[in-house]
């Protein structure tokens, strides 16, 4: 390879690596509030901490083997290369104790592994204990709801839950397949059509974790994220309390514009996918829950800030704001989207 060769080769590495730093800081600032990045380096809950656990483990016995292996292979090239004048050496086969000693050491090495590993498997597999938090998790192309069958409560993108108690997640899907992944929470749980399947864990640090689809389902796969929030007792006590309530409609003195979009919001039949709690009508379930949809950090499966600006792209024109949405483009004017905008912002 030639000297300018692999000096353009750095330079593409170089611009590679700057540009890796640019979407690093962009993505850290503002809005995402994120306080643990999307990783399962960083294990937050009981189950998330028994798998790192695991590859800690796996990880010490595979580092003893590289150096021993490594460190073999160093002394024998030393000791044993080619010398000028030197005689061949005796051709040695058939050394029984050798033959047995490497067959028993990875024998134990693998029983190391795999005791560990299978019983792990077996533990967290099992059902929930008694009293966890019951959320049902159901994926949709490209967006996540959550219910708590046990609080009457549905939501999308976002869930909340407690620090300390086991939550017994039921995973399912309204169409595809798709799977359910906080990194930092714990491993990966397939959602299958007409099948559920379940998960537990219990959260014991504060904080919002980023979590994401790990399972190819149609365009918007990428785009289809959420958030767990983890918080004390009390704040998930007040947000259940919050959540349970009933939509107001605007007042169309004190809130004009927002008045003015809950007519959009009739007009346009917003309701046939939508539900919004206390609202007649307002039972659809093809897209997400909108009762609080106000109070929610982000919108379009957790990809785009909860404010006016995204909201009113969001909804002048969804499938350019997401590929593939299901949600179709109304072809509103802006003052419908504007009505609108001041409407859902109005669902806290
Ligand atoms: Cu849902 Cu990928």
């Known amino acids: 390879m030639s000297v300018r060769r692999i000096r353009t080769l750095l330079q593409k590495f170089a611009a590679l690596a700057a540009l890796a730093v640019v979407l690093a800081s962009s993505a850290g600032c503002g809005w995402t509030r994120l306080n643990y990045p999307q990783t399962s380096l960083t294990p937050t809950s009981d189950y998330a901490r028994d798998i790192d656990t695991i590859l800690n483990q796996q990880v010490f016995w595979v580092v003893v083997i590289f150096v021993l292996v490594q460190g073999m292979i160093i002394v024998t090239v030393l000791r044993f290369r080619a010398r000028p004048g030197a005689p061949d050496p005796k051709p040695v086969h058939g050394n029984t104790a050798l033959e047995i000693a490497w067959t028993i050491a990875p024998a134990i090495i693998l029983a190391l592994v795999a005791v560990p590993t299978v019983e792990t498997i077996y533990r967290t597999q099992a059902p929930a204990a008694k009293g966890a938090l019951q959320v049902n998790v159901i994926g949709h192309q490209w967006w996540w709801e959550f219910q708590y069958p046990e609080l009457g409560i549905t939501t ?16 399912t899907t309204a169409d595809v397949l798709h799977s359910f992944w906080f990194p930092a929470i714990g491993g990966k749980r397939d ?3 007409t099948h559920t399947n379940y998960m537990w864990f219990k959260p014991d640090s504060l904080g919002v974790f980023m979590g994401q689809c790990a399972e190819l389902c149609g365009t918007s796969h990428a785009n289809m994220r959420m958030r767990l929030f983890v918080e004390t007792p009390e704040q998930f006590e007040a947000w259940v309390a919050h959540q349970k309530q009933p939509a107001t409609d605007p007042d169309s003195v004190t809130n004009a514009a927002a008045w ?8 346009q039949i917003c309701f046939t996918c939508h539900t919004v709690n206390g609202v007649e ?12 949809v106000g109070s929610r950090t982000a919108i379009a499966g957790s ?19 997401k590929p593939g949405s299901l949600m179709p483009n ?18 806290k």
Do not use: C, M
């Open 156 to 171: 999308a993108s976002e869930l909340h839950v407690p620090a300390g108690r086991t939550v017994n997640v039921a995973i």
């Open 191 to 193: 959602a299958i059509p």
């Open 260 to 267: 003015q979009g809950r007519k959009v919001w009739g007009d």
């Open 281 to 292: 009508n307002a039972v659809g379930i093809v897209g997400p829950n909108l009762t609080h």
């Open 303 to 321: 990809i785009y800030p909860n404010d006016a600006e995204h909201l009113a792209k969001w909804i002048s024109n969804a499938p350019a704001a």
């Open 330 to 347: 109304l072809g509103l004017n802006d003052e419908q989207v504007k009505a609108l905008v001041a409407y859902l912002q109005s669902l």
